[in-house]
Each structure stands twice: as structure tokens, then as C-alpha cells.
């Protein structure tokens, strides 16, 4: 156990970053392995969203997760599940309203020195 106050500290925030870190990691094998025992467009978009958490965190590395995306990807293309698009939501959201336009101002003419 460590003396110095500022160490002791240390480990208690380690031991509260391995539990997070421990949580995500749970969930994104859950993740890829509901995604091997049934493939469907649900389990390939969740084992996408968790890589993206993972990596969001900093649980595993960016390159780690590209590589799994592309074996999932052909995990579910082998299966035959369409694979859910990435901009699917942001389509199915209604379209703003166009700000009305305002007239625009009028400039006064500048004054003429003498």
C-alpha cells in the first residue's frame, strides 16, 4: 500500500478505471458475440456502436476496432444481413424550416465635407 497521499489516490482512480474499462469490454464481446451466434441488422449496428465506444473511451485502439468492423462486416454479408447504413438516422429526421428572410437594411448616404 502506498504512503504519499497523491499515490494513494492513484490507485484508487486506477481501480475505478479498470472497473469502467472492464464494463466496456464486457459489452463489446457481448456485442460481437450476439453478433456471431445470430447475425442480424440489429447485432451488426450494436457490435458497430460498441467498437465506437470502446475506441471513444480509449479501451482499445482505432485501427483494432477498423479491423473488427471489417470482420463483422463480413461475418453479416455472409449471413446474408444487409448491413445497417451509417446515415440512415440522420435521414429519417424531418427537415428544418429555411429562416425567414429579412429585408435587407438600408445604408445612409455618407455625409459630404465641405
Known amino acids: 500500500m502506498p504512503i ?3 499515490a494513494k489516490k492513484r490507485v484508487r482512480t486506477a481501480r475505478k478505471a479498470a472497473i469502467r474499462n472492464s464494463k466496456t469490454k464486457r459489452s463489446l464481446r457481448e456485442a460481437l458475440k450476439a453478433l456471431t451466434g445470430s447475425p442480424s441488422t440489429k447485432s451488426h449496428s450494436s457490435a458497430q456502436s460498441a467498437l465506437d465506444k470502446a475506441v471513444k473511451k480509449g479501451v482499445i485502439h ?4 477498423a479491423r ?3 470482420q463483422a462486416a463480413a461475418k453479416a454479408k455472409a449471413a446474408g ?4 447504413k451509417a446515415g440512415a438516422k440522420k435521414a429519417a ?10 429585408p435587407a437594411a438600408k445604408k445612409a448616404a455618407p455625409a459630404k465635407k465641405k
Open 4 to 6: 504519499i497521499k497523491s
Open 62 to 65: 482505432k485501427n483494432k476496432a
Open 68 to 70: 473488427l468492423k471489417k
Open 81 to 84: 444481413v444487409k448491413p445497417a
Open 93 to 102: 429526421a424531418p427537415a428544418k424550416k429555411a429562416p425567414a428572410k429579412k
